[in-house]
């Protein structure tokens, strides 16, 4: 289960590590000392550490961008993630909204759409690590930062939503499935969950209890291939 309260460094330490057994040498090297950059990595020097492994497609090396992505949007203490989690405390719906403004990407670019980008750009990132961990943080930035430019555009909230904030584009997606842009912004949300669900939450032991636990309720008798109804189903469960 994921400790919301460590770094995300420590939390990648054993994904690159188990990484480097399948490396070439020259290919171990370098995700090597880019995970020891990363160790001291600040958010105004992840994006070096993540220069260090281009070119290479290794798991190892999708660890180090999902990683530096996270940390150049500022979650460079272990405040934020604690902030984020403890939102989940109680495992409710209000507090799954807290937990979604706490972790929609903010600072990666100066609107909305930029902020959008790099936070889809974090989801593929770590869903390409394979570690359970990262999927689920990577599938939740994205969801939220979605859920952000949403809300921006029912009241111009700019680049930090609050919960209520959140709740409103909640409602908005499922109250006018079919206005605007809303069809394709919740099979986008869709997509992004079933993508990880089933790696995160069904097989083994939950990268989150309570992520999952509510997964598992939206989820229960929904085809996981069909994106909208994936993405209707969680939007239900959260907006309730």
């Not at 939740?140 to 959140?166: F, R, W």
């Not at 083994?204 to 189903?233: H, K, M, R, T, Y």
């Amino acid at each position: 289960m994921i400790n919301g309260r460590k770094n995300l460094a420590t939390i990648l330490a054993l994904t690159a590590t188990t990484a480097l057994v399948s490396c070439g040498k020259k290919d171990a090297d370098k995700i090597g000392e880019a995970q020891l950059c990363l160790d001291k990595a600040t958010q105004a020097t992840a994006a070096e550490c993540k220069a260090m492994v281009d070119g290479i497609e290794k798991t190892g090396a999708y660890a180090i961008r999902c990683s530096a992505n996270f940390i150049a949007e500022g979650f460079t203490q272990p405040a934020r993630f604690k902030q984020a989690f403890d939102a989940f405390d109680n495992n409710s719906t209000s507090n799954t909204e807290a937990f979604m403004s706490v972790m929609t990407f903010k600072n990666s670019g100066s609107t909305v759409d930029e902020n959008l980008t790099v936070a889809n750009q974090t989801f593929e990132y770590c869903n390409k690590t394979g570690s359970k961990g990262l999927m689920l943080l990577g599938t939740m930035a994205s969801t939220s930062t979605t859920l952000a430019k949403v809300a921006n555009a029912l009241s111009g909230t700019g680049t930090t939503p609050t919960s209520t904030d959140i709740n409103n584009a909640l409602n908005d997606l499922k109250n006018n499935p079919s206005s605007g842009t809303n069809a394709a912004t919740i099979s986008a949300i869709g997509t992004v969950v079933s993508s990880t669900y089933a790696a995160s939450c069904q097989s083994g032991s939950a990268s989150n209890q309570s992520i999952c636990e509510q997964l598992d309720e939206a989820l229960n008798g929904v085809n996981i291939s069909d994106p909208a109804a994936v993405g209707a189903a969680v939007i239900a469960k959260w907006s309730n």
